[in-house]
Nanobody, 116 residues
């Protein structure tokens, strides 16, 4: 019943910025964690950032801390990832994630490519 749709992926030049967005529909409860993950070709999926209900606590991968910012809008059940100072190592398919009552829901993925 819960579905996630994400958007915002694009081809950008190194040093540029990009913002990804995710929207959840269905029966969404107040207590949840929203996040972003990414997977590059030949690599395992890795956590990029998460944000808890209320937006009071965030967690970032060390590789993106200081460059990426995650935020959420609880009223709209949406969240975003602002990415600044992108580099080619950020190239990957990015997936938004919702953890609700112990279950994980995933977006379809959006491609982010950073050219050197």
């Amino acid at each position: 019943q819960v579905q996630l749709v994400e958007s915002g992926g694009a081809l950008v030049q190194a040093g540029g910025s990009l913002r990804l967005s995710c929207a959840a529909s269905g029966r969404i409860f107040a207590i949840n964690t929203m996040g972003w993950y990414r997977q590059a070709p030949g690599k395992q999926r890795e956590l990029v950032a998460t944000i808890t209900n209320g937006g009071g606590s965030t967690n970032y991968a060390s590789s993106v801390k200081g460059r990426f910012t995650i935020s959420r809008d609880n009223a709209k059940n949406t969240w975003s990832l602002q990415m600044n100072r992108l580099n080619p190592e950020d190239t990957a398919v990015y997936y938004c994630n919702l953890r609700l009552e112990g279950n994980d829901y995933w977006g379809q993925g959006t491609q982010v490519t950073v050219s050197s």
